[in-house]
Protein backbone atom coordinates (compact mmCIF):
# COMPACT_ATOMS: atom_id res chain seq x y z
CA UNK A 1 0.00 0.00 0.00
CA UNK A 2 1.00 3.52 -0.25
CA UNK A 3 2.28 5.61 2.09
CA UNK A 4 -0.29 8.44 2.63
CA UNK A 5 2.23 11.00 3.58
CA UNK A 6 3.84 9.89 -0.23
CA UNK A 7 0.53 10.97 -2.24
CA UNK A 8 1.43 12.75 -5.60
CA UNK A 9 -1.28 13.96 -8.14
CA UNK A 10 -1.10 12.90 -11.90
CA UNK A 11 -2.76 13.56 -14.63
CA UNK A 12 -3.33 12.66 -18.24
CA UNK A 13 -3.81 15.65 -20.44
CA UNK A 14 -5.59 16.47 -23.16
CA UNK A 15 -7.14 19.86 -22.75
CA UNK A 16 -10.71 20.69 -23.75
CA UNK A 17 -12.39 23.97 -24.73
CA UNK A 18 -14.50 25.49 -21.68
CA UNK A 19 -13.79 27.94 -18.84
CA UNK A 20 -10.68 26.28 -16.76
CA UNK A 21 -11.78 25.94 -12.67
CA UNK A 22 -10.87 28.80 -10.38
CA UNK A 23 -8.35 28.24 -7.72
CA UNK A 24 -8.89 25.77 -5.37
CA UNK A 25 -8.17 28.45 -2.61
CA UNK A 26 -10.62 30.85 -3.76
CA UNK A 27 -13.29 27.84 -3.82
CA UNK A 28 -12.48 26.91 -0.30
CA UNK A 29 -12.49 31.02 0.91
CA UNK A 30 -16.40 30.65 -0.80
CA UNK A 31 -16.98 27.65 0.93
CA UNK A 32 -15.86 28.08 4.27
CA UNK A 33 -19.01 30.07 5.36
CA UNK A 34 -21.13 27.51 4.48
CA UNK A 35 -22.75 24.42 6.40
CA UNK A 36 -19.83 22.28 4.08
CA UNK A 37 -16.94 24.21 4.63
CA UNK A 38 -17.46 24.29 8.20
CA UNK A 39 -17.82 20.45 8.82
CA UNK A 40 -14.97 19.74 6.56
CA UNK A 41 -12.58 21.65 8.83
CA UNK A 42 -14.21 20.40 12.34
CA UNK A 43 -14.14 16.59 10.73
CA UNK A 44 -11.37 16.13 8.32
CA UNK A 45 -8.96 19.40 8.19
CA UNK A 46 -8.72 19.97 12.44
CA UNK A 47 -7.90 16.27 12.64
CA UNK A 48 -4.86 16.09 10.34
CA UNK A 49 -4.09 19.98 9.49
CA UNK A 50 -0.95 19.44 7.63
CA UNK A 51 -1.92 16.49 5.35
CA UNK A 52 -5.01 18.75 4.14
CA UNK A 53 -2.73 21.95 3.67
CA UNK A 54 -0.92 19.65 1.50
CA UNK A 55 -3.81 18.17 -0.02
CA UNK A 56 -4.71 21.50 -1.27
CA UNK A 57 -1.32 22.18 -2.42
CA UNK A 58 -1.63 19.49 -4.49
CA UNK A 59 -5.18 20.07 -5.53
CA UNK A 60 -4.73 23.60 -6.54
CA UNK A 61 -1.88 22.27 -9.15
CA UNK A 62 -4.17 19.68 -10.90
CA UNK A 63 -5.03 20.39 -14.58
CA UNK A 64 -8.79 20.30 -14.70
CA UNK A 65 -8.46 20.15 -18.51
CA UNK A 66 -7.19 16.65 -18.21
CA UNK A 67 -9.19 13.66 -19.84
CA UNK A 68 -8.51 11.90 -16.03
CA UNK A 69 -6.76 13.03 -12.88
CA UNK A 70 -5.15 10.50 -10.29
CA UNK A 71 -4.27 10.71 -7.06
CA UNK A 72 -2.30 9.37 -4.76
CA UNK A 73 -1.09 6.63 -7.47
CA UNK A 74 2.29 7.62 -8.65
CA UNK A 75 2.34 6.67 -12.70
CA UNK A 76 -0.57 4.12 -12.84
CA UNK A 77 -3.29 2.71 -11.37
CA UNK A 78 -5.75 0.77 -13.27
CA UNK A 79 -4.23 -2.11 -11.31
CA UNK A 80 -4.74 -0.51 -7.96
CA UNK A 81 -7.83 0.83 -9.15
CA UNK A 82 -9.21 -2.74 -11.05
CA UNK A 83 -11.25 -3.11 -7.77
CA UNK A 84 -11.80 0.22 -6.14
CA UNK A 85 -13.48 0.69 -2.74
CA UNK A 86 -15.73 2.80 -4.15
CA UNK A 87 -17.54 4.01 -7.94
CA UNK A 88 -18.96 7.44 -8.16
CA UNK A 89 -21.35 9.67 -10.38
CA UNK A 90 -22.88 12.63 -10.13
CA UNK A 91 -26.61 12.87 -9.94
CA UNK A 92 -27.01 15.10 -12.74
CA UNK A 93 -26.50 12.11 -15.26
CA UNK A 94 -29.69 10.81 -14.09
CA UNK A 95 -32.68 10.98 -17.66
CA UNK A 96 -34.64 14.15 -17.79
CA UNK A 97 -36.98 13.06 -20.82
CA UNK A 98 -38.28 10.49 -19.75
CA UNK A 99 -37.38 11.29 -16.28
CA UNK A 100 -35.88 9.03 -13.79
CA UNK A 101 -38.03 6.98 -11.64
CA UNK A 102 -35.95 7.22 -8.53
CA UNK A 103 -36.24 11.12 -8.96
CA UNK A 104 -33.63 12.98 -9.21
CA UNK A 105 -31.40 14.81 -6.92
CA UNK A 106 -30.89 12.12 -4.88
CA UNK A 107 -28.71 8.54 -3.89
CA UNK A 108 -31.51 6.20 -5.36
CA UNK A 109 -31.42 4.26 -8.55
CA UNK A 110 -34.26 1.67 -9.11
CA UNK A 111 -32.60 -0.67 -11.48
CA UNK A 112 -29.23 -0.66 -9.26
CA UNK A 113 -31.07 -1.66 -5.94
CA UNK A 114 -33.90 -3.43 -7.39
CA UNK A 115 -31.12 -5.19 -10.22
CA UNK A 116 -33.32 -4.92 -13.21
CA UNK A 117 -32.82 -7.60 -16.02
CA UNK A 118 -30.66 -5.84 -18.49
CA UNK A 119 -32.84 -6.89 -21.00
CA UNK A 120 -35.12 -4.19 -22.97
CA UNK A 121 -38.66 -5.29 -21.19
CA UNK A 122 -37.32 -5.80 -17.23
CA UNK A 123 -35.84 -2.52 -17.49
CA UNK A 124 -38.13 0.94 -17.71
CA UNK A 125 -37.67 3.42 -20.68
CA UNK A 126 -35.54 5.99 -19.11
CA UNK A 127 -33.55 3.72 -17.39
CA UNK A 128 -32.30 2.22 -20.90
CA UNK A 129 -29.17 4.44 -21.83
CA UNK A 130 -28.98 5.92 -17.94
CA UNK A 131 -25.14 6.21 -17.45
CA UNK A 132 -25.69 6.22 -13.67
CA UNK A 133 -26.88 2.19 -14.18
CA UNK A 134 -24.40 1.62 -16.68
CA UNK A 135 -21.42 2.70 -14.18
CA UNK A 136 -23.51 1.32 -11.42
CA UNK A 137 -23.70 -2.23 -13.09
CA UNK A 138 -19.56 -1.85 -13.85
CA UNK A 139 -18.91 -1.40 -10.32
CA UNK A 140 -21.13 -4.30 -9.14
CA UNK A 141 -19.35 -6.68 -11.67
CA UNK A 142 -16.34 -5.31 -9.68
CA UNK A 143 -17.50 -6.10 -6.76
CA UNK A 144 -16.83 -2.00 -5.46
CA UNK A 145 -19.81 0.10 -3.70
CA UNK A 146 -21.57 2.59 -5.81
CA UNK A 147 -22.61 5.76 -4.83
CA UNK A 148 -25.06 8.92 -6.40
CA UNK A 149 -23.28 11.99 -5.50
CA UNK A 150 -25.57 14.27 -4.60
CA UNK A 151 -24.44 17.15 -2.43
CA UNK A 152 -20.66 18.02 -0.95
CA UNK A 153 -22.48 17.64 2.57
CA UNK A 154 -23.69 14.35 1.83
CA UNK A 155 -20.15 13.72 0.07
CA UNK A 156 -18.10 14.44 3.48
CA UNK A 157 -20.37 11.94 5.58
CA UNK A 158 -20.74 9.19 3.19
CA UNK A 159 -17.37 9.18 1.44
CA UNK A 160 -14.28 11.48 3.53
CA UNK A 161 -15.46 10.94 6.86
CA UNK A 162 -15.91 7.00 6.55
CA UNK A 163 -12.08 6.91 4.55
CA UNK A 164 -10.79 8.75 7.12
CA UNK A 165 -12.54 7.38 10.41
CA UNK A 166 -12.34 3.54 9.65
CA UNK A 167 -10.48 3.62 5.71
CA UNK A 168 -13.50 1.79 4.62
CA UNK A 169 -13.01 3.73 1.51
CA UNK A 170 -9.28 3.36 -0.45
CA UNK A 171 -9.49 3.89 -3.65
CA UNK A 172 -12.23 4.87 -5.84
CA UNK A 173 -13.53 5.75 -9.10
CA UNK A 174 -15.70 9.29 -10.15
CA UNK A 175 -17.21 10.76 -12.63
CA UNK A 176 -17.98 14.09 -12.31
CA UNK A 177 -17.76 18.10 -13.49
CA UNK A 178 -14.50 19.62 -14.18
CA UNK A 179 -15.72 22.87 -11.89
CA UNK A 180 -15.31 20.37 -9.06
CA UNK A 181 -12.08 18.51 -9.63
CA UNK A 182 -10.18 20.76 -7.55
CA UNK A 183 -12.12 20.94 -4.30
CA UNK A 184 -13.34 17.44 -4.40
CA UNK A 185 -9.79 15.71 -4.80
CA UNK A 186 -9.16 17.84 -1.54
CA UNK A 187 -11.29 15.97 0.33
CA UNK A 188 -10.12 12.57 -1.12
CA UNK A 189 -6.17 13.71 -0.46
CA UNK A 190 -7.55 14.92 2.79
CA UNK A 191 -9.07 11.69 3.69
CA UNK A 192 -6.38 9.57 3.17
CA UNK A 193 -7.88 8.08 -0.56
CA UNK A 194 -6.11 6.83 -3.86
CA UNK A 195 -8.66 7.68 -6.61
CA UNK A 196 -9.24 8.56 -10.73
CA UNK A 197 -11.63 11.49 -11.25
CA UNK A 198 -13.12 11.28 -14.97
CA UNK A 199 -15.07 14.46 -16.19
CA UNK A 200 -18.60 14.72 -17.36
CA UNK A 201 -19.08 15.96 -20.89
CA UNK A 202 -22.19 18.46 -21.35
CA UNK A 203 -24.35 20.03 -19.33
CA UNK A 204 -21.41 20.53 -16.39
CA UNK A 205 -21.22 22.96 -13.81
CA UNK A 206 -18.26 25.91 -14.69
CA UNK A 207 -18.49 28.75 -12.22
CA UNK A 208 -19.33 28.19 -8.85
CA UNK A 209 -22.96 29.98 -8.73
CA UNK A 210 -24.13 26.95 -11.12
CA UNK A 211 -22.69 24.68 -8.68
CA UNK A 212 -23.50 26.32 -5.74
CA UNK A 213 -27.37 25.38 -7.46
CA UNK A 214 -26.28 22.21 -8.45
CA UNK A 215 -25.33 21.38 -5.03
CA UNK A 216 -28.27 22.55 -3.47
CA UNK A 217 -30.19 19.81 -5.97
CA UNK A 218 -31.23 22.50 -9.03
CA UNK A 219 -29.64 21.21 -11.73
CA UNK A 220 -31.85 21.41 -15.27
CA UNK A 221 -29.53 20.45 -17.54
CA UNK A 222 -28.86 16.50 -18.79
CA UNK A 223 -25.37 15.82 -18.17
CA UNK A 224 -23.49 13.29 -20.64
CA UNK A 225 -20.29 11.19 -20.52
CA UNK A 226 -18.66 11.04 -23.07
CA UNK A 227 -17.79 7.54 -25.04
CA UNK A 228 -14.04 7.60 -24.33
CA UNK A 229 -14.83 8.22 -20.53
CA UNK A 230 -17.47 5.58 -20.52
CA UNK A 231 -15.15 2.91 -21.81
CA UNK A 232 -12.32 3.90 -19.65
CA UNK A 233 -14.75 3.30 -16.35
CA UNK A 234 -15.75 -0.29 -18.35
CA UNK A 235 -11.65 -0.99 -18.92
CA UNK A 236 -10.48 0.11 -14.87
CA UNK A 237 -13.25 -1.88 -13.57
CA UNK A 238 -13.24 -4.73 -15.48
CA UNK A 239 -9.89 -5.93 -14.21
CA UNK A 240 -11.56 -6.41 -10.57
CA UNK A 241 -14.60 -8.93 -12.36
CA UNK A 242 -16.36 -10.94 -9.18
CA UNK A 243 -16.32 -14.63 -9.23
CA UNK A 244 -19.39 -14.80 -7.42
CA UNK A 245 -23.07 -13.27 -8.49
CA UNK A 246 -23.95 -10.22 -6.43
CA UNK A 247 -26.37 -7.77 -5.63
CA UNK A 248 -26.46 -4.52 -4.15
CA UNK A 249 -27.51 -3.96 -0.40
CA UNK A 250 -28.25 -0.49 0.38
CA UNK A 251 -26.56 0.86 3.30
CA UNK A 252 -27.04 4.57 4.22
CA UNK A 253 -26.48 6.61 1.15
CA UNK A 254 -24.22 3.64 -0.72
CA UNK A 255 -25.08 0.73 -2.66
CA UNK A 256 -22.40 -2.11 -1.39
CA UNK A 257 -22.04 -5.31 -2.87
CA UNK A 258 -22.82 -8.63 -1.64
CA UNK A 259 -23.41 -12.23 -2.47
CA UNK A 260 -26.75 -12.99 -4.32
CA UNK A 261 -28.66 -15.31 -2.56
CA UNK A 262 -30.12 -16.23 0.83
CA UNK A 263 -27.15 -15.68 2.33
CA UNK A 264 -27.13 -12.27 1.18
CA UNK A 265 -30.74 -11.53 3.41
CA UNK A 266 -28.99 -12.27 6.90
CA UNK A 267 -28.11 -8.24 7.37
CA UNK A 268 -25.60 -5.72 6.64
CA UNK A 269 -22.58 -7.52 7.81
CA UNK A 270 -22.78 -10.16 5.17
CA UNK A 271 -20.15 -9.38 2.22
Known amino acids: MLRRDSMKATTTS ?4 GERPASVWGFALRSVVREYGWLFIRRVAARHPWRTLKALREADAIDATARQVDLGTGKTVTAELSQPSIVGAGYCLKPLSPACPSGRPNHDCYCLEALAGSDAAGVPLPCRACAIREIGMHALHAGSAFYVMTSARDILDDVYVPALEARQFET ?10 KPFAVGLLASGMRARMLPLE ?4 RDYGTWLLADLGIEDEQTTVEHAVMAGVASVLCGGASAQARRFQRRGNVLHPVAAGPAARRGPGVL
Open 14 to 17: EPEP
Open 172 to 181: GVFVLCRYSF
Open 202 to 205: LGDC
